[in-house]
């Protein structure tokens, strides 16, 4: 997993995720997560036709938040996981191994997990306050996400590890001290005035160490 930077989807209706995704697409960012909790099927499967077109064209890569049968019948590149979403032994046998799947963990209790069933990255978080997402974990910090790095690197795990929740541009700098490959943004970009600006920002102190 080189990429550093991954968009998770925002959005009330289908119009607004698909502009949503478009700016971030536009801005440059090449890895995207369709994430629209509740939507009706058909509009996702809609939606998910529409947006893994505009990632082909941007040349980027595009997963689906949960839904693995339909990450599988639009092809998508993979999924991400949730704790209580289908188990990743099942999804890898549903997508197979050339697939991406990502999963989430609150704790090195879940980062453990995750890397015995094999996920291919790992998205901890929550680093701060979110209002993106319901029902949050607890807050881990710069200390939480310190603590579980040093752990992973005193055993020589290499699974990458993507930072997630509350992030911005003046924190990513300490958050990448602590060893975290990658963050992954909802409200960061959609919310932004200049998004090209934004992530050129981010990509810039993401990759710098490259």
Sequence with gaps: MNKKLQYISQGQTSEEQLDNIRKALEGGCDWIQLRFKNAPELQLYTLAEYAKKLCDVNNATFIINDNVNLAKEINADGVHLGLSDMKVEEARAILGHEKII?????????????????????????????????????????????????????????????????????????????GIHGIAVSGLITESKDPEQLINDLNKKLYAAI
């Design 102 to 178: 990502g999963g989430t963990a609150n704790t090195i209790e879940d980062v453990l997990q995750r890397i015995e069933e094999s996920c291919d990255y790992i998205g901890l978080g929550p680093f701060q306050y979110t209002a993106t997402k319901a029902n949050l974990s607890p807050i881990l910090g710069l200390e939480g996400y310190a603590s579980i790095l040093s752990k992973l690197n005193a055993e020589n795990i290499k699974t990458p590890i993507y930072a997630i929740g509350g992030i911005t541009l003046e924190n990513t700098d300490n958050i990448l001290k602590t």
